[in-house]
Nanobody, 122 residues
C-alpha cells in the first residue's frame, strides 16, 4: 500500500512562494504522482502531475505560469513549487499516486496523502 505524506504548507502573503513536498513510501510501485487542491465546499481539482519514469510533467493552465512539479527519485519525493501565490490559491493541497500511466486523467488517482493547508492572504 503506497503511503504519501505532504509537508510545506502554511500561511503566506499574496505574491509569496511555497514549496510543497510529498514523501512517497513505494516510489517504484506507481507510475504517476499528482498534486490536487480542494477548497471547502468545492470539488477537488487536479493541479499538476509527473510521470515518474520519464519525468514528463503536466500543469493545468490556470497555474502553469506559477507552479512547477518536480521529483527526486533517490529521495522518493515529489515537489510542488508555487510562486506568485494568490488568495485564490488558498486550499488544502493533496499529493496522490496511481499505477495508471494516464497521469493527467484525474480520476485514476487512488492513493492519497492527508493534505497540507495553504493559506494566501491579500
Amino acid at each position: 500500500q503506497v503511503q504519501l505524506m505532504e509537508s510545506g504548507g502554511g500561511a503566506v502573503q499574496a505574491g509569496g512562494s511555497l514549496r510543497l513536498s510529498c514523501a512517497v513510501s513505494e516510489y517504484t510501485s506507481v507510475n504517476c504522482l499528482g498534486w490536487f487542491r480542494e477548497v471547502q465546499g468545492k470539488e477537488r481539482e487536479g493541479v499538476a502531475t509527473i510521470y515518474i519514469r520519464l519525468g514528463g510533467t503536466y500543469v493545468v493552465d490556470s497555474v502553469k505560469d506559477r507552479f512547477t512539479i518536480s521529483q527526486d527519485r533517490d529521495k522518493k519525493m515529489v515537489y510542488l513549487q508555487m510562486n506568485s501565490l494568490k488568495p485564490e490559491d488558498t486550499a488544502m493541497y493533496y499529493c496522490a499516486a496511481t499505477v495508471s500511466t494516464y497521469c493527467a486523467r484525474w480520476s485514476v488517482y487512488d492513493h492519497w496523502g492527508q493534505g497540507t493547508q495553504v493559506t494566501v492572504s491579500s
